[in-house]
């Protein structure tokens, strides 16, 4: 069962790649006049979808960063409250 999740999201990731690939393609082609390789398809897609990954990680890592500095600052005023009284 995880064998073919694994490879359900596997496929889908480069059928994703594939489409993005094929339209940045189309688009060169059409901009530039120049006809470029079916071969470069796939590697401008998987380039594209880690890119995407990539940019999705550091904005949730800096999310994440935001939320942790807001919880030491909600801790930080409980604490003061207490002192005070």
Do not use: C, N
């Amino acid at each position: 069962m995880a064998e073919t999740l694994l490879e359900d999201v596997l496929s889908f990731i480069y059928t994703i790649g594939h489409w993005i690939g094929q339209k940045i393609v189309e688009l060169i082609q059409f901009i530039s006049g120049v006809i470029l390789p079916q071969s470069i398809v796939d590697a401008i897609g998987m380039l594209v979808v880690l890119t995407i990954f990539l940019a999705i990680a550091e904005v949730a890592k800096k999310a994440i960063w935001i939320v942790v500095a807001l919880g030491w600052v909600f801790i930080i005023i409980r604490i003061l409250m207490l002192m005070i009284g």
